[in-house]
Nanobody, 117 residues
Framework: QVQLQESGPGLVKPSQTLSLTCTVS??????????WGWIRQPPGKGLEWMGVRHYSGSTNYNPSLKSRTSISVDTSKNQFTLQLSSVTPEDTAVYYCNARRGLINYWGQGTQVTVSS
């Protein structure tokens, strides 16, 4: 069974780039039928889909975040990474990594990121 663990800084200053890593265990980042993505939940709000990297290497991003978002993989470390540039306090949220295989979703436990000076 695929297991996911997010890691990264808990505090980021405005205008900086947020970088979060999701470490995958129990499965390979190169598996052909798994899609790797990121979702976040701002305080007091619902879940917001940020983007996904398909096993083909192609990506799709939330249009509202597309200009600032990038998802990449590191096959040597079995990890995938989220980068969100030019952050503002509105990017404060719990960030979750996600793996989807057909109708099955796997989730990390989430990591709190606060954007503040």
């Amino acid at each position: 069974q695929v297991q996911l663990q997010e890691s990264g800084p808990g505090l980021v200053k405005p205008s900086q780039t947020l970088s979060l890593t999701c470490t995958v265990s129990g499965g390979s980042i190169t598996t052909e039928d798994i899609h790797w993505g990121w979702i976040r939940q701002p305080p007091g709000k619902g879940l917001e889909w940020m983007g996904v990297r398909h096993y083909s290497g192609s990506t799709n991003y939330n249009p509202s975040l597309k200009s600032r978002t990038s998802i990449s993989v590191d096959t040597s470390k079995n990890q995938f990474t989220l980068q969100l540039s030019s952050v503002t306090p509105e990017d404060t949220a719990v960030y979750y990594c996600n793996a989807r295989r057909g109708l099955i979703n796997y989730w990390g436990q989430g990591t709190q990121v606060t954007v503040s000076s």
